[in-house]
């Protein structure tokens, strides 16, 4: 089995020190690099190619934000996790419109902290509690997105051709950028597909969307 190599991007030594020391004792994941400001952690992750890039938004020189939209446009296949003191919505969808895998608040538990890891490697969107319920409220009121009030049974009867088609290229293991080249869109559009898809369900990942549905087969 492969480790996930991980490279950490935040301005606190001590707080890096602290989650090189919770991955690090995990037995599928290193840390492969630590970056202290956003220009530094461009040049690391052309240097390390690392699977999941977690990283704070507010760092000296450049901001995360700004740092993960340079990277992603030489790299949509890039991973990235953002790791922030800040639930503020305008940051959080932010993140999620740039292409951010996902958001997690740093008074997250470890477990969350670490599956949040695994799910995003597996190219799978993970945005959780508060976090969640920001991106929901705030596209509900710009009218962007349809948050489902119904059953799940119903949510499921609803969904379109194209986001069916998604959910089997999931189920069959394919990442977004394989989805992408199947059905002639970009990663970016699969992921918001994805990313609706989860809503829907209120799911916290693809997977957990494919196990309602198989539940609801039954």
């Known amino acids: 089995m492969r480790n996930i190599r991980v490279l950490l991007a935040d301005d606190h030594e001590i707080f890096r020190n602290g989650l090189c020391t919770l991955i690090e004792n995990e037995p599928d994941m290193e840390v492969v690099g630590e970056a202290s400001n956003g220009e530094q952690v461009i040049g690391m992750v052309k240097e390390l190619d690392p699977d999941v890039l977690i ?31 800040y639930d503020n919505v305008e940051y959080v969808v932010q ?31 993970y945005y959780i509690g508060d976090v969640s319920n ?16 119904k059953s799940t049974s119903a949510v499921a ?18 990442n977004s950028k394989e989805i992408a080249d199947a059905l002639g ?7 918001a597909h994805r990313y609706n898809i989860i809503k829907k369900f209120a799911a916290r990942s693809m997977d957990e969307v494919i196990s309602i549905i198989d539940k609801l087969k039954q």
Request: glycine content about 4%; hydrophobic content about 40%.
């Open 157 to 174: 009867e609803n969904l379109s051709k194209k986001e069916r088609e998604i959910i089997q290229l999931v189920k069959e293991g394919k």
């Open 134 to 149: 920001s991106v929901i409220n705030y596209y509900r009121n710009q009218g962007q997105v349809e948050v489902e009030s």
């Open 185 to 191: 869109n970009s990663v970016r559009t699969i992921d």
């Open 95 to 125: 993140a999620l419109n740039m292409g951010a895998k996902g958001y997690l608040l740093k008074d997250t538990s470890n477990k969350i902290f670490l599956d949040a890891i695994r799910a995003v490697d597996k190219d799978q969107f």
């Open 55 to 85: 990283m704070d938004i507010r760092m000296p020189k450049m901001n995360g934000i700004d740092s993960a939209k340079l990277l992603l446009d030489k790299n949509p296949d890039l991973r990235i996790l953002i790791f922030s003191l």
